[in-house]
C-alpha cells in the first residue's frame, strides 16, 4: 500500500504564502508524475500543478507566477509554494501521486484565504 501524509495548511490572509508538503511512504517504486489538486466547495476537483518525475512542471492558468511545486525524488516528497495568495485559493488541497497508471491520493489539507 502507498501512503501520503500532507501538511502545511491553514488559514491566511490575502497576500501572504503558505508551503504545503506531501511525503509518500509503503510500497513506492518508479513515481511518474506528483501533484497537488484542489477542491473548493460546491466545485470539481481541479489540477493545480503537476511535475513529471524529468522535472517537467505544469500549473493551472490561474496559479501561474504564484505557485511552485517541486519535488525531491530521493525522499519521495512533493512541496507546494504558494505566493499572494487570493481568496479564490480557498479550498482542501489533495496531494497526488502517480505510480504506472495507479494513482494515489492524500487525505486533504485546508487552505483558507480570507479578504
Known amino acids: 500500500q502507498v501512503q501520503l501524509v500532507e501538511s502545511g495548511g491553514g488559514l491566511v490572509q490575502a497576500g501572504e504564502s503558505l508551503r504545503l508538503s506531501c511525503a509518500a511512504s509503503?510500497?513506492?517504486?518508479?513515481?511518474?508524475?506528483m501533484g497537488w489538486y484542489r477542491q473548493a466547495p460546491g466545485k470539481q476537483r481541479e489540477l493545480v500543478a503537476r511535475?513529471?518525475?524529468?522535472?517537467?512542471?505544469n500549473y493551472a492558468e490561474s496559479v501561474k507566477g504564484r505557485f511552485t511545486i517541486s519535488r525531491d525524488n530521493a525522499k519521495n516528497t512533493v512541496a507546494l509554494q504558494m505566493n499572494t495568495l487570493k481568496p479564490e485559493d480557498t479550498a482542501v488541497y489533495y496531494c497526488?501521486?502517480?505510480?504506472?497508471?495507479?494513482?494515489?491520493w492524500g487525505q486533504g489539507t485546508q487552505v483558507t484565504v480570507s479578504s
Open positions: 497526488n501521486i502517480r505510480i504506472i497508471t495507479t494513482d494515489y
Open positions: 509503503g510500497r513506492i517504486f518508479n513515481i511518474n508524475d
Open positions: 511535475i513529471r518525475s524529468g522535472g517537467n512542471t
